[in-house]
C-alpha cells in the first residue's frame, strides 16, 4: 500500500514554470515504478511521463518531450514543466504500479494521487 500526494500546482502564465511534487508513503517507495498523468475538463486523463523502479528509465509523452522532465529523489518524485502552455491546463495526477517499468495501460495502475490543478494563462 502506498499513499501519493501531490502539490506544487497553481496559476502561471504561458511560457512560465512549474515543479509539481508527489510525495509517496505507506511503502518502499523503491518497490514501484511512477508516473504523472493530466486530465483537462472535458477530456480523458492522459499519459504524460514515467519513471521505471530504478530510475534509470523514463518516458514522456511525445508532445511533450523537450519541455517536461520527471525524477526522483528519496520519497518523492517530481515533474518540471517549463515552457508552459495554455492547453498544458489539466489536474495532474501522480501514479505508482508495484512493478519495475510502468504498465502499457492507464487501469494497470495501482495507485492514484488526489491530484493538482496546473492553470496557464495566456
Known amino acids: 500500500q502506498v499513499q501519493l500526494v501531490e502539490s506544487g500546482g497553481g496559476l502561471v502564465q504561458a511560457g512560465g514554470s512549474l515543479r509539481l511534487s508527489c510525495a509517496a508513503s505507506?511503502?518502499?517507495?523503491?518497490?514501484?515504478?511512477m508516473g504523472w498523468f493530466r486530465q483537462a475538463p472535458g477530456k480523458e486523463r492522459e499519459f504524460v511521463a514515467a519513471?521505471?523502479?530504478?530510475?534509470?528509465r523514463t518516458e514522456y509523452a511525445d508532445s511533450l518531450k523537450g519541455r517536461f522532465t520527471i525524477d526522483n529523489a528519496k520519497n518523492t518524485v517530481y515533474l518540471q514543466m517549463n515552457s508552459l502552455k495554455p492547453e498544458d491546463t489539466a489536474v495532474y495526477y501522480c501514479a505508482a504500479v508495484f512493478r519495475s517499468t510502468w504498465p502499457a495501460r492507464l487501469t494497470q495502475w495501482d495507485y492514484w494521487g488526489q491530484g493538482t490543478q496546473v492553470t496557464v494563462s495566456s
Open positions: 505507506g511503502s518502499t517507495f523503491r518497490s514501484y515504478a
Open positions: 519513471m521505471s523502479r530504478s530510475g534509470g
